[in-house]
Every structure is written in C-alpha cells, then in structure tokens.
C-alpha cells in the first residue's frame, strides 16, 4: 500500500515502471542534449541581440523566448522519459520562470501589488512600484551582495492608496495646469494630516515590527524618498525629504511617510518635475525605511571625477552623519583614488571639520562640535578608503554608468552603501579622433588572429593564470582571468574581471552566456593564451567584429574608445528594462553540481534548468551504464583483441564497432566509436602498460583482505569482465586491474557543447595512507586537464563538459594512458613527496616506475 | 555628415531611443516619433534627409509614411525596418520606393552604413 502510495505521489524511484533497455536509454540522452542545445543556441542569439548592437523590438523578444521555452520545455520532457519522472518539481520551477519573464515581456504590472516589500522580495523590474532608489538599493543588496542595511519598500500602490483614502486626487487634479505657491502648501498639510488606510497601516506594523525583533526594541529607521522615476534617467537630487533616526514604531514611521510624501509637492520639487516635462500628480511617490547606520563616519563617492576623468574616483567624508556632506554644509576630508586592480590613493585633502551631525538617542539628529582633535585629522583609513573605492568600482561597472554613492561605516567599523544614482558628468571630448589602432601602436602585440570572440569589448588589466577553481579565491578584482579551460566555476569572479581569454572553449559554454550577460570582453579557444602570457603581466585585449587582439600593457585610449561608442545604451531606461529579461534567461545560478542548491528547486532562469538537466542526464546515463554487465548477458558482446591483456568486451549499441572482422572479437582497427578508440590509443601508448606486476607488500595483501565488498560492484558480480558500452560517439567503459576500479563515461561528437567525460576511480587493495596518496595523484592529474574533481576516501570523480572533439580525444588519450599507470601504481608511493614526483612523471609523459 | 537629419518612426520607444542614441554619436541631428501621425505633422513643416520608418504600426503605417515622404521630398530616403516574418511581402510591394530594408533585430552598423549610402547618393 505504501509502495502504492509513493508510487503515485511519483516518490518511489523509476516509480514502479520497468527500466527500458540501454539502447533507449542512450536513445533518449540524446534527445535531451538536442532540445538542451537548440535552447542554449537561443540563449546565446538573445545575448548578442540584446546586447546593443542590434536595434530590437518586443516581438523579437517575445518570438525568440516563444521558441526558447518550447525548447527547454522539449528538454524536460525528454529528460522526465530518461529519468522517468524522477524531477516532477522541475514543471513547477518551469512555469515559475516562464511566469516571471511573461510579466516582463508582457508588461504586466498587477494593478493592486503589495503595500509594503522587504528589499530582499525586490527585484529591478519593479521600478515603478518602489521606485528607483529603493530598487538599486536592494539590487545592490541581492545582485552584487554589497553590505546595504535592512530595509523595506512602501509602494506606490501604498501611496495611491493613500492619496484615494484622503480624497487627494481630486484635488491635485484641480491644481494639475497651475500650480500655485498656496494651494500646494494646502495639499502639503492634507497629506500631513492624512490619514493611513487601515490596510496600509497594517502592512506597516508588520514591517516595523520584523525590524523590531531584528534589531531590537531601540532600532531606529531612515524614512526616504523613492518616487518613481528617481535616480533613473533623472536624478531629482535632493528635491524630497529624507527623515533620519526615525523610531521604529508604525505611529512615528507614519508620521515620517507622510512628510516625505508631501514633499513630492513642494514648490521647488513641482518646479523640478515641470522642467523635466510632469505635471502635478504625474510622479508617484514610493518610500524606503532603512535601519540606521549609527555611522562614526560618513559621506559620498563620485566614481568618476567631477572633471570628467573616469580613471579617478573622488570620495568624501566626514565625522558623523553624512547629511552635511551631501548637502554641502561642511568642509568634508576628500580622498582621490586611481581606480586600478590595487586602488590608489593619488590625493588626499583634509577639511577642517567644526560640525557634525549625530543621531539623538531619542530620535532625529543633532548637530555638534566635534572632539578638537578631530577637527582637522583625517576621517579615513587608507584601508577604508581602498574598499570603499572597490565597492564604488563594483557599483559603477555593474550600473554601467558613472555612480553618485552614498556611504557609511559605523562604530564597529562595517562599511554601508546608503544610496547609489547616476552621475552626470561632463563628456570629455578628446583631441584627435586617430583610429583605435593608432593609438595601440606603441604597444607590442602579443597575440593576433587567434581564437573566437565570445564578447566584444576592450577589457585591460593583470594577467591572472587560473589553474584550478580553487584560484578564484584569491582573484584580484580588475585582473584579466587567463586559463586553459573555460569554465562556469568563473562566475564567481565575473563582477570583478576585465576580460577573459582561455586556451579552449566555444561561444556557446555556459561560460559564454555568462560573459555576455556581464558584459565582460572574451576570447576563447587560442590554443595558446596560457602560453603567450605570463601571470601578472599587464595586457590589453580588444575584441571586436573583426577578431581579437591582444597588446602588451594596459593601451587606455582604446578603453575610452570603447566606453564611449559600446556602453552608452546602458543609459537608456527602455534598453535596460528590456535587457532585465535576461536575468530570468541567461544568468547562471547552478554552477557547482556538487553544492546543495544544485537541485530543480535552485534553479532561478532557464538556463540553470538547462544546467541541471545536462549534468543529471549524464549522471542518468553513467549509472544504467553501470549495470553493464547485465547488457553482455543480454547483447552480442565482443571481445576486443588487444596485444595488451585489457579483457575489455564490447556492448555496441550503434555504431561502435566497424562491420566484419572475426564473429565474436574485434581489433583496435575495427573500433569506431570515437571514444572508446581513443582510450583504447592510450592504454596501449608506449611504457604504459607494465607488463611485470609491481609485487603487493603483505600488509598492502592483508589490508585488502579486510575490506568489504566495496562500492564498485554494488553487491554485483563483475569478476571477469571488462565492459565497454560503445556507439559512434559514446562509451560507458567499466574496467578493473586487480582493486582498482576505473568508470569512465563519455560523449564525444562535432559539437562541443554536448561533449562530457566522466571519470571515476576506486581503489582498494593497499593501507589507508597509500590510497589517499593515490587519490590525491589522481587528482593533481586530472585537475591538470581541467577536470573539476571530488575525493574522498580512496574514491575520485572528475567531470569535464563542454570540450571541443580534438581536445577531447586528446584528454581521453591520456586518461586511458592514467588507466595504464595507475595499475601498478599503490606498491610505489611510499611518501607523500612520491604523489608529486610520479604525476609531474606522468604529466611529462615518463611512464617507468 | 554634421546635422543631417534624420527621423526615426517606430512605435516601440526602444527602437527611437537606441536608434537617437547609436546615430547622434556619428553627429547626425535625429528626431525619433512613436506613430505615424505626428510624424508626418513634422514632415510637412520640415523636410529630412533620411527617414528611417517601422513597416507595421497602428493608424499611419511605414507604407503611407513612405507614399507621404516621397511625395512631399522625392529625393529624401526611406528606410524601412519590419519584423522578420513581414519581410519578403514588403519588399516585394515596396521594390524600388524604398533606399533599403532591414528585418528587426537590425544591427546598428549595418543601418549606419546604409544611412550612409543613401547621404552619398
């Protein structure tokens, strides 16, 4: 009854259903990696389109993500057969996007949305509804993780509710063409002696009340203005109110809502909004309530100096609140940083500091003298200066225009960012418009007509030579990433790089779509990038339509080229907002299969769902693998022929194997599956195969009779056989010498995005330090390939995905080559020096013990 | 090329305004309309050296813009931008009216130098 049960909630595994045969299976993989691939083709097409060359227009969004959710919708239910619906969760994840980007495509605003909203409920498209300073506030908060206080959102279906519970609209509708002094003071006091709708006041309590048991009972807030369009393509800087140290209690947060709203009407605010072409009752008015900063010191950055020179960043601050810095009122410290991979502090000035503003412990603020000695001293650390320049560097590239920023730091020394809006700033019109190639003349060229532009751009910087995933750790913002592979593990480091350029790699990884979504300038598959250039060397690439090149040292006219011809689009609301589509489509969450969000539930866009399915698939198809053995009983399997003793049989289930040849074995010659003949190549590579056994000590025999069944035969009968599972552009290759167990599965075909290896080794057979030894050898290799590895005990898995065919073959060559040398390896590694010595052997092809 | 001028029709906002943005920068002067009507208000006081028009739009559409255009200034050039699936009927009704086609998405270079072929002419 249980079973029965399970069976229909679609608990139970394979649900009761028979496993159909391999063939099917394989079959049924491959109409998963098709849709998948027809999908991640459109991804990438809407990531170029977007991306500000083209001129598009909503139908060819909604075309193009017709035919994209058809094709990840295709993918799911091909993958719901292989896995026989072992994911039904991932359909409701499905529709959830597909939900979320038809609002946006569609341009459904819900016509009664939330009154009140966290700032972690928020994202950018719902500008209109919390305004614009409450939106780059909480995507700072959640996009780029930057350190912004708690804080929530009252709407603007909270200030329509407002206005319509104390008659306003009439009123303001009034006074719509003329506007006098008078009646907008009259409308001023109606809104301060408002009352707040029951339901909004509700929606208050509640948020003021999580803040409370946040923060405390003593919790103070900041109550600002978000209007609508505020700090996007207008600045409307310092037109409204702002009411510092607010108590955190509805009656006093209400009383502050109502003067900020009102100051949507005063005189100067209204004369603001006419110049920039609204009338009265145009503009509605959303709220943030922001957990105080009880800041020691405060004050603003401009990312870009007030003369226009984008190389330097202008932060100033003061004692105290930063009220009197941003409204001018003191004679602020100022710092001039050179925005570089290190920033630079290039001039510093201190100003003689008489005031400062400071909360009151029972709420608003104060202004007072401060201590003598801190009069004239300096406000910052070179510290602090140094990672609040990185911040507003991180801020500014991720807005993509010059930043106006405000900051604090409290007692305690953590550093906030309290608001962030687009600078105005003079354009800066260069003497001598010389081509782009002029100016890199004096630059050597390092690298020319090489590779395949992923991202166009002009990215410059440090070389920064990633080896391994581990690496990123320890990556400098602002450096140019080089590595051999290219790989999703960069998104970590996607915010903070100049350009990446890898040894292999295609436009269409997952890492590519990452890099056009961040715009970051890309070249993959130069087959020698590594190679030409050295860690920490400065570099320039500049990748266009026309190919790549990359110039020695950093050529920073072609960077200002670049700034002012590709990026100006950002500054368009419309090309953002269109653009927003894509983090629901193309933005990576789902990078590291082995973490625990790597689940249906943790996918966030189509292209994570596309992720998950790949990397499940494969491990769908390794484990039916698995049970080859089953598959030589059933199937004609063939005995390969080899001058060397593999006992390898062959299960071709297409394609594998060429016609004729004798009936039941084949030759090396007679191999067609790409794959398998590849292995097959490197096991039989010269001084591979040791043809002495290297004697087990006895304590390496007794520990190996101690053991249990161990996990590579799962409690099934292997003894004898060594079995490949082949077609043309597959094997699933099941082999074990003495106690080592290798799996290694493969898809290896012309198109580079559906290749994937899986490599699994097991061992036994030898005492716990030599088969961690061994474990740790076989990880330092294959992580040398580019593998992403997980060890434990005396078990390694490696993956790699997303390899050219070449490369491939290459990789799998000497995987079959690691079969060979691993087999004698345990009775030689006697100290942990001899796991370095022997990979360094194996990695320079010495193969002798 | 300095203030040529040129008008861009296109009842979505973020054709004109990436359009303005992409075609000021090579110091072209643009006015950007979202129909037809006001368009056509504008071309009667004033002519254009390039009116670059969306094919379908409501009310007025590129095909009577066109008609309009090349009857009030039959040497200003029309440059016609439509859906992709609109394509092969508009170019046969329009052969030889129109200096050039594009189906959208349309790269901005590939639209520039058309401007700029039908400037030289």
Known sequence: MLGRIRSLLGLAKGSGQEAPPFRTVFKNFKEVLENNNRALEIIAELGDKLGGDYLFDINYIKSAYSDLAGAVYGSIQNFDVLTMNRYPQLHEVFSRIDDHIKTLIYDVTPSRGEMVLDYKDITWNMFREVGGKNAALAEMKNYLKLNIPDAFAVTTHAFDAFMAHNGLPEKIEAIREN?????????????????????????????????????????????RSSAEEEDGDFSFAGQFETVLNVQARSKAVGEAYKKVLASLFSENSVAYQKMHGYRVGDIKMAVGCLVMVDAAKSGVIYSVAPN????????????????????????????????????????????????????????????VRPAEEMVEA???????????????????????????????????????ILQSRPLRIPEVVREGSGRREEYAAPHGVLMENMGVVVQKGVGAGRVFVVRHP??????????????????????????????????????????ASLCREFRVPTLVNTGAATRLLQHGQEITLKAGDDGAVVYDGVVRE?????????????????????????RYISVLNLVDPLIDAFTPEGCKTMHDILRFIHEKSVGELVERARYGNDMVKHHMAIKLDLPIPTGIMIVDIGGGLAAGGAPRSATLEQIVSVPLRAIVKGMMHPGVWHADAVSLGVNDFISSMMRMPDITTD????????????????????????????MLDCYCSENARNNH?????????????????????????????????????DLVIGRLANISKGELEKVLDHLGRLIGYTRQLDAVLNDDSSVERFARNFLEERYTF | ??????????????????????????????????????????????????????????????????????????????????????????????????????????????????????LER
């Open chain 1, 470 to 511: 581990g690496e990123l750790d320890r990556f400098p913002k602002g450096s140019v990433l080089v590595a051999k592979f290219d790989s999703s593990n960069f998104v970590r480091v996607m915010p903070y790089v100049s350009a990446i350029i890898t040894d292999t790699g295609t436009p269409t990884s997952h890492m």
């Open chain 2, 1 to 118: 090329m300095q203030g040529q001028k040129i008008m861009v029709i296109d009842d979505e906002k973020i054709v004109g305004d990436m359009a303005k943005l992409a075609l000021e920068q090579d110091g072209f002067y643009v006015e950007t309309f979202l129909n037809g009507e006001p368009a056509l208000e504008r071309l009667k006081k004033e002519q254009f050296d390039v009116v670059v028009t969306d094919l379908k739009m409501k009310g007025i559409d590129g095909m009577e813009v066109l008609r309009t255009v090349k009857r009030l200034y039959p040497e200003t050039k029309v440059i016609m931008i439509t859906a992709f699936a609109n394509l092969d009927a508009a170019i046969e009704a329009l052969r030889g009216d129109v200096h050039d086609f594009f189906p959208k998405p349309v790269k901005i270079k590939e639209l520039k130098a058309s401007i700029q072929r039908a």
């Open chain 1, 179 to 223: 506007p006098d002094p008078r009646s907008l003071e009259r409308l001023r006091s109606e809104i301060i002696r408002g009352e707040i709708p029951p339901d909004l006041a509700v929606a208050l309590q509640g948020a003021v009340e999580r803040i409370r048991e946040t923060f405390g009972r003593d919790c103070f807030l900041a109550v």
């Open chain 1, 558 to 582: 072609l960077l200002e080229y670049d700034d002012r011809n590709s990026l100006k689009m950002e500054e368009l609301f419309e090309f953002r907002k269109r653009r927003y589509v894509l």
């Open chain 1, 757 to 793: 290896v899986y490599f699994r080794f097991v061992g036994g057979a030898t005492d716990i330090v030599k088969r961690s030894r061994r474990v740790e050898l076989i990880a330092a290799i294959l992580r040398e390939y580019g593998f992403n590895i997980v060890a434990k005990g």
């Open chain 1, 308 to 367: 226009g020179d984008r190389d330097i960043l202008v932060i100033n601050s003061t004692w105290g609140l930063g009220t009197s810095v941003v409204e001018g009122q003191t004679d602020a410290d100022m710092y001039m940083v050179k925005k570089e991979v290190e920033p630079l502090v290039v001039g510093t000035k201190y100003g003689r500091k008489d005031s400062m503003v400071i909360m009151r412990e029972e709420g608003g603020t104060v202004k």
């Open chain 1, 715 to 742: 409690g099934r009968d292997y003894a004898g056989y060594n079995v490949a599972v082949a077609s043309g552009e597959y094997v699933n290759l099941s082999i074990r010498f003495g106690y080592h167990f290798n």
């Open chain 1, 378 to 416: 300096g406000t910052l650390a070179e510290e602090e200066v140094k990672a609040l320049a990185a911040q507003a560097v991180q801020i500014e590239k991720h807005f993509r225009r010059p930043q106006d920023i405000e900051w604090a730091i409290d007692k305690s020394g953590k550093a906030f």
